[in-house]
């Protein structure tokens, strides 16, 4: 200690002291987002649910805490004695006054290197391009025949079968069974993988269920990536969980999130969809049919519409109903004309019965005639020596005296 | 129009076999101008088409094989 500082006016608060330290440790970057690997001790799980534990080397130790809330992603149980790494942030928990590293997530140490080795091998293989959309194949939207490789006892097998049961059960299913990790999956993997691709069919499903990056470790296996993207009828990936990236799922030429989702990319076609379209068409059928016989009757009817209003009957009663329609509007004016010609010609036939000739007879007038020509004898000179006389009723000769 | 095609009875018609005509005869009746018999005819050989088309999907049974090496067994879920 020097003389100056026994001496210095400046006295800290044992909380501005420890401000100051804690800001200081979070202000240093590298320490807010960090990879620590270490053995576990002390390890404590209280019943508020947040984990405490130590984690240490030879010659240090660390204080760290786990939150309740990120607690349930642990894909390990942790133990006293477990070697892991922990991921987190460096801050200090001032009434206690010490520096903890908040975690995250825990681990085992081995799956560090894994993911190493993931990385690397992904940078080489996207480098050499095996990767790229373009090699990607389209997925035919109506497989007669559906490649399976996985393992015959897994679930992941299960929920295929029965997903290209509901789907499309018109297709064909080939299964090809092979161990899904450990060191013999790989090689096994990728026989299975040609003796497939032997049958033709007109897709692959490659799946898994879920696992540690150490249980899906095969399917970043280099040998088996290359045959993937080699495969001869395109390749679906459905290893693993949602967020389950393996270098297969790259290499192929569809990436699922799960097995069953894998069964779902392969039949775009369904039964289901399938029992619609044909729907749709019998219905389209009908209403074309519909649609001409009301063609066809309106044609018919449209002709015998035009034959009626041209044919000789009608212009018949067309003239009839002018008739009706004038009597209508004219009305009475018409049965009064009627009525006095009615009378009129009543009295006109009477004096023409007056006039008839042959009615004067009657009265004790007489015709005479030429016999020579029949001519009236009207006048003394007229007459002949033979003449005829008329009366009313007949006639008889006579001689002028 | 006589087709290229001899005509098959529904019966042995396969699902894509069946479900392709039925298409031709639909687009025919929409586009061509045929007589009410002609039509008629087409009308209910599609109506046929399609019954044939349902019974196919609705008795259709996935057919599973299981595959060792080059040879392909039908497969039997309690063997597993």
């Not at chain 1, 295929?160 to 790989?186: E, M």
């Not at chain 1, 003796?195 to 399917?219: C, H, M, T, Y």
Request: with cysteine.
């Amino acid at each position: 200690m020097s003389q100056a500082s026994i001496f210095s006016t400046i006295r800290w608060s044992v909380t501005d002291l420890t401000r100051r330290i804690r800001e200081q440790l979070e202000a240093d970057e590298m320490l807010q987002d960090l990879w620590v690997e270490g053995e576990i001790s002390n390890l404590s799980r209280p019943a508020s649910g947040h984990v405490y534990f130590t984690l240490k080397d030879p010659s240090a130790a660390l204080k760290c805490v786990m939150w309740k809330s990120d607690a349930p992603r642990l894909k390990i149980q942790l133990k006293d004695g477990m070697a892991v790494e922990a991921h987190g942030r460096i801050s200090v928990y001032d009434a206690g006054g010490q520096y903890q590293l908040y975690t995250d997530r825990i681990r085992p140490i081995g799956e560090g290197a894994l993911y190493q080795e993931f990385l690397r091998l992904k940078e080489q293989l996207e480098k050499e391009g095996l990767f790229a959309p373009e090699r990607k194949r389209a997925i035919p939207e109506f497989p007669r025949i559906i490649g399976v490789i996985t393992s015959a006892s897994g679930a992941a097998w299960r929920d295929i079968l029965n997903t290209l049961q509901r789907r499309q059960p018109l297709a064909k299913v080939i299964l090809a069974h092979s161990p899904v990790q450990g060191d013999g999956a790989a090689p096994a993997l990728i026989e299975a993988l040609d003796s497939i691709n032997r049958q033709k069919p007109d897709v692959i499903l490659l799946a898994r269920g879920g696992g540690s990056i150490e249980d899906l470790w095969a399917f970043n296996e280099e040998a088996l990536v290359r045959a993937v993207a080699a495969s001869k009828a395109p390749v679906i990936c459905g290893v693993g969980h949602e967020t389950d990236f393996t270098l297969c799922d790259f290499a192929a030429d569809m990436r699922a999130a799960t097995p069953t989702a894998s069964a779902e990319l392969a039949t775009p076609i369904t039964r289901d969809g399938q029992l619609r379209q044909i729907k749709e068409r019998r219905i389209i059928l009908t209403s074309l049919m519909n649609e001409l016989i009301f063609k066809t009757r309106e044609s018919i009817f449209g002709v015998s519409n035009r034959l009626r209003l041209l044919s000789p009957t009608n212009r018949v009663y067309n003239e009839i109903q002018k008739l009706d329609e004038l009597s209508r509007r004219s009305g009475s004016a018409v049965i009064h004309l009627f009525q006095f010609h009615s009378l009129l010609v009543n009295s006109l036939s009477k004096r023409l019965v007056a006039l008839n000739p042959i009615g004067v007879l009657s009265r004790g007038y007489a015709i005479l005639t030429r016999k020579q020509d029949g001519r009236v004898v009207a006048s003394v000179k007229d007459a002949t020596q033979e003449m005829k006389v008329r009366v009313s009723d007949g006639e008889f000769g006579v001689t002028k005296a | 129009m006589p087709k290229n095609v001899t005509i098959k009875p529904v019966d042995e018609l396969s699902y894509e076999e069946a479900m392709a005509e039925l298409e031709k005869i639909v687009a025919t009746l929409e586009t061509d101008q045929k007589s009410l018999d002609q039509a008629m005819q087409l009308f209910e050989r599609g109506q046929a088409l399609a019954v044939r088309c349902n019974a196919l999907l609705e008795a259709a049974q996935l057919k599973i094989q299981k595959l060792t090496g080059d040879m392909l067994v039908s497969y039997s879920e309690e063997e597993e």
